[in-house]
């Protein structure tokens, strides 16, 4: 099983207390970034929101660094990992704008971009930028197939439901010929998205028991990535036993990578479980 990790610092995932976070910037991340590179994990990630209304910060976190700059950053100090955002809001940005800002991504940091996407559910913040709510998923889909007709081309041309280009240059666009694309969402429709016009699914609040059960719904090709976090946050260093649970029933509920958040106190901690992970996952897998 691949490992990725959800990066720290950039987030407060549902509205968890900052701790040592809360004072860390840029060096940090970087810090973890190199160490996450160096031990082989796959793809680290960073979320986008834009404005959060203060009755959301609870429930989803109020801090969300911007993952162009901070991947953009985190390129420079590493050679393998990769950079999932998870999850860029589709209906936000008109698809070419993600062609031109995750392409020039992925020349910056030599093909290793992840468009992690989804269609949404936070109103406020459509209403705020002044972007359609209640056909957001069908506009999502039809910048999906866009998105795939205008990934890999400096003059791309499409015609849908909702998005019709052609006639220009974008350049640059992606330097990989097939830029991975990972849905997220907590319903079965984000799956059924994921294996109709994607490469992947990154669920969210969903257990790993439920997604076995829908994944048995589809027929999911070989190469489908399922990228599932634990409902918990691990701790390799001080419950190793509970961690090969863990990484055990992932695993057996059809997971292929681990989208890891860690128990931790202080920047050497995390740094500290990710080594124990890496460990961990040898053992158990090898």
């Known amino acids: 099983m691949k490992l990725g990790i959800a990066t720290p610092v950039v987030t407060n995932v549902a509205g968890a207390p900052l701790e040592w976070e809360r004072d860390a910037g840029i060096e940090e991340i970087g810090r973890v970034a190199e160490t996450a590179d160096r031990l082989g994990y796959h793809h680290m990630t960073c979320s986008e929101h834009i404005g959060l209304p203060s009755t959301e910060t609870g429930r989803r976190g109020a801090r969300y660094w911007d993952p162009l700059a ?7 100090r590493t050679t393998r990992i990769r950079f999932a955002t998870m999850t860029l809001v589709l ?3 008109h698809p070419l704008a993600i062609v031109k800002r995750y392409g020039t991504l992925d ?13 949404g559910s936070l109103k406020e913040e459509f209403d705020l930028l002044g972007a359609p709510f209640d056909d957001r998923g069908a506009r999502g889909d039809d910048a999906l197939r866009a998105l795939r ?12 439901e909702y998005y019709s280009f052609g006639g220009l240059t974008v ?7 097939h830029l991975p694309i990972w849905i997220g969402g907590r319903t079965k429709r984000s799956l059924r998205r994921a294996v109709t016009l994607a490469d992947g699914w990154c669920p969210y609040y969903v257990s790993i028991e439920q997604a076995a059960d829908w994944l048995q719904s589809f027929d999911v090709p070989d190469d489908f990535e399922v990228v599932m976090p634990a409902e918990q946050s691990l701790d390799p260093v001080g419950e190793p036993e509970i961690t090969r649970d863990v990484l055990r029933t992932l695993a057996a509920g059809g997971t292929t990578t681990l989208s890891a958040r860690f128990v931790h106190r202080s920047l050497d901690h995390y740094l500290e479980q990710l080594h124990a992970l890496v ?7 090898s």
Do not use: K, M
């Open 91 to 93: 209906g936000y940005h």
């Open 70 to 76: 901070t991947f953009g950053y985190a390129a420079a």
């Open 107 to 119: 020349h910056v940091t030599g093909g290793r971009v992840i468009l992690g996407v989804g269609v």
């Open 171 to 177: 350049d640059p666009c992606a330097v990989q010929p």
């Open 149 to 160: 007709a205008a990934l890999p081309c400096n003059t791309p041309s499409y015609d849908g």
């Open 279 to 285: 460990e961990l996952n040898a053992a158990e897998f």
